[in-house]
């Protein structure tokens, strides 16, 4: 008996030491426990004065090697986590993945710094519909059926009485019947003509400002654009007005910044004449006023239109307007900021 218990030591013994993980410490043990009941059992055929001695031996044993069981389980438990920890050990002095966000589009970069520039001079901004009806975008601008100056835009007509709006002037009426005067409001937004070239795209964004109170003046405008001349370009832009004509101004001019490329030298870009038209405007004609039910005795108005594109394509240097809607990332990336 007492050899079968200090084989079985030796054998528990070794097997204990060899074992790595939890799971083969169990094991052994099992089988431990096994081998152990087999020694018990076979203690009910010893002469019973031999029975208390043996019992004490074989809890002796049972309990040294339960303790050697439990001081195995701490180190196996200890190598397992360093195993683990081994294995999802990360080298943080990998670089990353980078991982790219979008960007803004240059069109909407430079919507948002005319809004910027515009909301500094206390303007607000609102945003009409792009399906408009005949009504908003002609005829209440003083343009009505028949007019010439419809031609002066080629209109997508989607019924009878709607058409998509060829310029973002419809909302001046929109908002002039909305609130009374004094009204100073900023109107982006998309405007669709049939005109594709290197200059001219079926969809294109356009600015719309308008001011109305009591003693309005061209200078006024004048003056407003100076200040947005020399914030979009730079300090030393200058602004300078040429009559035109638009049914919804009386007068009307058409806008032209010096040339920021060459300083009003002269170059390609200006084409010689140092100037660049960038937009329209003029005083708002009274018959606009009329039609929104706002006095024209009492107030009077100035109103203007920029195209975005245009702005875009000066400040950046683009020459064609189209890579401004193919989404080309390759272009896209250089207005990143
Ligand atoms: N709506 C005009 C255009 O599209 C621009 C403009 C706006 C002119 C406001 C005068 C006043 O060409």
Redesign the pocket.
């Known amino acids: 008996m007492k050899e079968k218990i200090e084989s079985l030591r030796a054998e528990i013994r070794d097997l204990i030491a060899q074992t790595q993980t939890g799971k083969g410490l169990y094991e052994v043990k099992v089988k431990f426990q096994t081998a152990l009941k087999g020694i018990m059992s076979g203690m009910k055929d010893l002469p019973k004065e031999e029975k208390p001695t043996f019992g004490k031996i074989v809890n002796e044993f049972k309990q040294a090697m339960e303790a050697q069981f439990e001081e195995r389980a701490v180190v196996v438990k200890k190598m397992e986590l360093e195993a683990q920890y081994e294995k999802e050990r990360i080298d943080i002095t990998m670089p990353g993945k980078a991982y790219k966000a979008g960007a803004l589009h240059p069109i909407t970069l430079v919507k948002n710094e005319l809004i910027d520039i515009f909301a500094g001079m206390g303007f607000k901004v609102f945003e009409g519909p792009e399906i408009e009806t005949d009504y908003y975008n002609f005829t209440a601008l003083n343009t009505p059926k028949d007019h010439p100056a419809r031609d002066m835009q080629d209109t997508f007509y989607l019924a009878d009485n709607l058409l998509l709006r060829t310029?973002t002037?419809a909302g001046q009426i929109r908002v002039m019947e909305q609130d009374a005067p004094p009204i100073k409001i900023l109107s982006p937004g998309r405007v669709f003509r049939s005109d594709d070239d290197a200059t001219h795209s079926p969809m294109f964004h356009?600015m719309?400002g308008l001011v109305v109170d009591k003693g309005i003046t061209l200078c006024d405008l004048q003056g407003m654009l100076a200040e947005f001349a020399r914030k979009m370009f730079t300090s030393s832009t200058k602004v300078r007005l040429r009559p035109s004509y638009?049914p919804?101004?009386e007068p009307?001019v058409e806008v032209d910044l010096s040339c920021s490329e060459c300083g009003g030298k002269g170059c390609r870009l200006c084409k010689g004449t140092g100037w660049i038209e960038v937009l329209?405007?003029?005083m708002v004609n009274r018959r606009v006023l009329e039609n929104c039910n706002v006095d024209p005795d009492v107030y009077t108005g100035f109103?203007?239109?920029m195209g975005i594109e245009r702005i875009a394509m000066l400040k950046y240097g683009i020459n064609n307007i189209k890579t401004l809607f193919e989404n080309d990332t390759r272009f896209l990336e250089q207005f990143e900021d």
């Open positions: 310029q002037s356009q719309e638009f919804f101004t009307s329209g405007a003029g109103a203007f239109g």
